[in-house]
């Protein structure tokens, strides 16, 4: 027995079918193409589905290679990575299905502003262990970035696109700039590139673990560590400046902190965290203080009065009430 046919939020019906999903609504579109949330009507379940353009897939070559790639990442399966399900074609027109992720992007969430330091460590803990498991696999991300991190309803971080910068628009802005053709649209790329990218190399796992520790800077204040009015001005700055602590610009936070984000944006790979499983290690030590400091692991909000304290209050309430009113009629 099925159940009904989707339908689009205003009431229409799918889009079409392609390779066993149904288009349901069109909510982007990118270097792999348009992007469809969509139904999986094999396994029952909401997909993002990107119909690869006609002239990517002409290009055998890096059809291939992201096939390849697609193969690898589905082997990857941890809570903080956006699967990837398939890689596949129907009647020539190829397509990329990835989970279907609700929430909002990491640069929404923090729109310009701090966030509170502790959930700022757990996001960039559970950051650390999703780049941990990818790296694992023997795949990078390539283009981490707030805009390319989801954090869902419940709290949780996805890393999107992850190991498939080689194919998207973020990615392909990091590869031209190292090629020396910089342009001002991709100065918001630039901004999480890590020195040895800045200079025309490309990147090892440890250029995620830089990007990594520059979002984490940000979340802890509420600025990117490279923010520069231009494409030129944003290399020069990570080659040359030196980022001031978090601390400095938030001077609750603590020390332990300001010695984390030094050694993850380190311009030398080799002083940098050698492993995404080490930065997380280093948080969540920085967490279980923060958390005893606290007294009550993990809460944000007051204690809540007990049963019999509020039974009491609420009796003596009723008593002031009843003299009162004795006090009025005598």
């Not at 390849?68 to 990329?96: I, K, N, R």
């Not at 650390?128 to 283009?143: I, P």
């Amino acid at each position: 027995m099925t159940g009904p046919t989707p339908q689009t939020p205003d009431g229409r019906p799918p889009l079409g079918e392609l390779g066993g999903y149904q288009l349901l609504e069109r909510i982007g579109a990118g270097a792999l193409g348009e992007v469809f949330r969509a139904r999986d009507t094999v396994h029952g379940r909401t997909v993002a589905l990107k119909r690869v353009p006609a002239a990517f897939a002409a290009d055998e070559h890096r059809l291939d290679l992201l096939r390849d790639t697609a193969l690898a990442l589905t082997q990857v399966s941890h809570p903080g990575v956006a699967m990837l399900y398939e890689c596949g074609a129907e009647d020539g027109e190829s397509f990329v299905a990835q989970e279907f992720v609700p929430g909002q992007s990491l640069t929404q969430l923090l729109a310009g502003r701090p966030i509170n330091a502790l959930r700022a460590v757990d996001l960039g803990a559970r950051i650390a262990d999703a780049l941990a498991a990818l790296h694992a696999a023997g795949l990078t991300h390539g283009d981490l970035r707030p805009d390319n991190i989801i954090v869902t309803p419940k709290g949780q971080v996805k890393l999107l696109d992850a190991g498939l910068a080689a194919f998207t628009g973020g990615g392909m802005l990091r590869a031209a700039a190292r090629a020396g053709g910089l342009t001002e649209a991709s100065v918001p790329v630039l901004r999480y590139l890590a020195p040895e990218e800045a200079l025309g190399e490309t990147g090892d796992h440890r250029a995620d673990l830089f990007a990594a520790g520059l979002i984490l800077y940000e979340m802890l204040t509420g600025q990117p560590a490279f923010e520069r009015p231009n494409a030129d001005a944003t290399l020069l700055a990570i080659l040359k400046d030196k980022v001031p602590i978090p601390s400095a610009r938030q001077a609750s936070l603590p020390v332990d902190l300001d010695r984390i984000v030094d050694r993850a944006l380190a311009r030398s790979v080799s002083a940098r965290y050698q492993t995404a499983s080490q930065f997380a290690d280093d948080l969540r030590r920085v967490k279980a203080a923060l958390d005893e400091e606290l007294e009550e692991p993990g809460v944000f909000e007051p204690e809540r009065p007990s049963r019999m304290w509020l039974w009491v209050a609420g009796a003596v309430a009723l008593g002031a009430a009843g003299v009162a009113w004795i006090l009025a009629n005598s």
